[in-house]
């Protein structure tokens, strides 16, 4: 993922969230924060950690399934496609939120503070059950 800079941010905030899922709407992909206001993009194969040393400071929280850290698009076998959400917030601050902390948590922490806002919207289907 890669963002243009937003002047004044202190940090940002990643949110990826599925609300085609079922019986969990929406159901929580990915929840990171406090993303240094320099960095404007995330590389692949982040670590699924609570706290990151790269970029410094990152923290994750948990998604809907309990793990932390991001986690990928799995629809169910046969499923229309789903839409899946990559809502990038840029902060005045950065957050005291515990590291694994839940989606909620971070948008209560973060209200009054957001200076802008984008997102993405990408879609998948699984046709074929994924190799075990």
Known sequence: LQWEAVTDAKSYVLIMEDPDS???????????????????????????????????GLLQGATSRGSVGYY???????????????QLFALDTVLTVAPGSDRDKVLQAMKGSVL?????????????????
């Open 22 to 56: 079922k019986p969990i709407t929406p159901f929580v992909h990915w929840v990171a924060w406090n993303i240094p206001a320099g960095t404007t993009s995330l590389p692949e194969g982040l670590q699924e950690q609570m706290r990151l040393t790269d970029p410094a």
């Open 116 to 132: 802008a806002k984008g997102e993405l919207i990408g879609t998948y289907q699984q046709a074929l059950a994924p190799p075990k």
């Open 72 to 86: 990928g698009p799995r629809p169910p076998v046969g499923d229309p496609p789903h839409h899946y959400h990559f």
